[in-house]
Nanobody
Framework: EVQLVESGGGLVQAGGSHRLSCTAS????????IGWFRQAPGKEREGVAC????????WYADSVKGRFTISKDNAKSTVYLQMDSLKPEDTATYFC??????????????????????WGKGSLVTVSS
């Protein structure tokens, strides 16, 4: 059974830091682009960050660039999202995802979101002002 299980959601103050984790199982994790989406209340889901499996490069949405860092531990089949300098507008449910498109296009552009093969159930992060 394919699973992406997020952990680490919670309440954090603005300006603070928080880390999300996602552990994958049931599929060949290291050949997929893997990363994070988020969806704020009343807004569309958006790609946040991903790591390409072809060259290991990281991509970030402009809204989080310089504040969030994505990393992964292949031995543990786990991807992390370190979130620093959090803002109230970062409040959202964060979804771990894996895409067979190794370049990570599925994370970057809404027209390619259909390329995500697996989704986690989501983890809520609330940033208080």
């Amino acid at each position: 059974e394919v699973q992406l299980v997020e952990s680490g959601g919670g309440l954090v103050q603005a300006g603070g830091s928080h880390r999300l984790s996602c552990t994958a199982s049931g599929f060949t994790y290291d050949i997929y682009a893997i990363g994070w989406f988020r969806q704020a209340p009343g807004k569309e889901r958006e790609g946040v960050a991903c790591i390409s499996s072809n060259d290991g490069s990281a991509w970030y949405a402009d809204s989080v660039k310089g504040r969030f860092t994505i990393s992964k531990d292949n031995a543990k089949s786990t991807v992390y999202l370190q979130m620093d300098s959090l803002k109230p507008e970062d409040t959202a449910t964060y979804f771990c995802a894996a895409a067979g498109d190794v370049t990570g296009l599925a994370f970057r552009y809404p027209q390619y979101y259909y390329g995500v093969d697996y989704w986690g159930k989501g983890s809520l992060v609330t940033v208080s002002s």
